[in-house]
């Protein structure tokens, strides 16, 4: 089945340091893949989007690269911030298919230290 | 924000007890879905909807029933709750062409 590996965390970061989550998906179709963010005792929320092959999705600097031919998603920022820590998930969905059914990965942890 | 409650926020149960969450939307969404989220595993899906008593198992799902009987609910019945129960229980919705927008999730606590 479908299924997300990202890299085990917890990633510990300098505050203005660069960032790369590594990303990697399995899928039978076309998914459209996603990155969500948790912030401490809060609910997830969507940090970005990318439908089709090549898409680059982007949202408050951070960004992600839909890569077909190496099944990948990774999430890059070139700057981090304290306010960044929380934990990210890559997640890929068949949108728009019968169910609209979305797998996540195991999560990352990421901690910005100032 | 989107239109999702969970209720209760916070439960606390003995074992062998059923349990009922309940997920509530007011944005007319077309799929629901039951996540667990529990340390090193990330989120798993329990089960999802894709309509009005439309429902399938997800990763999952055993010893986890799921009803909705309309549009706004989705409801998640531990039958008889254990203690490798014990989670972070969250709720999303979605439509074909959104993103899936997530509850603030429910602690239960199965001692």
């Known amino acids: 089945g479908d299924s997300v590996t990202q890299m085990e965390g917890p990633v510990t970061l300098s505050e203005e340091a660069f960032l790369t989550i590594n990303c990697t998906y399995t899928?039978?179709?076309?998914?459209?893949l996603f990155w969500y963010v948790q912030y401490p005792g809060e609910g997830l929320q969507l940090l970005l989007k990318a439908t089709k092959a090549d898409d680059k999705g982007s949202n408050k600097g951070f960004e992600a690269t839909y890569r077909k031919e190496t099944t990948s998603f990774h999430l890059e920022k070139g700057s981090v911030q304290v306010s960044d820590s929380a934990v990210y998930f890559c997640?890929?969905?068949?949108?728009?298919?019968?169910?609209?059914?979305?797998?996540f990965g195991t999560g990352t942890l990421l901690a910005v230290q100032p | 924000d989107a239109g999702i409650t969970q209720s209760p926020r916070h439960k606390v149960t003995e074992t062998g007890t059923p349990v009922t969450l309940r997920c509530h939307q007011t944005?007319?969404?077309?799929?629901m879905y039951w996540y667990r989220q529990d340390p090193g595993h990330g989120l798993r899906l329990i089960h999802y909807s894709y309509g009005v008593k439309d429902t399938d198992k997800g990763e999952v799902s055993d010893g986890y029933s799921v009803s909705r009987s309309k549009t706004e609910d989705f409801l998640l019945t531990l039958e008889s709750a254990t203690s490798s129960q014990t989670s972070v229980y969250f709720c999303a919705i979605s439509s074909s062409n959104t993103e899936a927008f997530f509850g603030q999730g429910t602690r239960l606590t199965v001692v």
């Open positions: 997640a890929l969905s068949d949108h728009g298919g019968a169910t609209n059914k979305l797998i």
């Open positions: 899928a039978t179709g076309y998914p459209s």
């Open positions: 944005e007319n969404h077309r799929y």
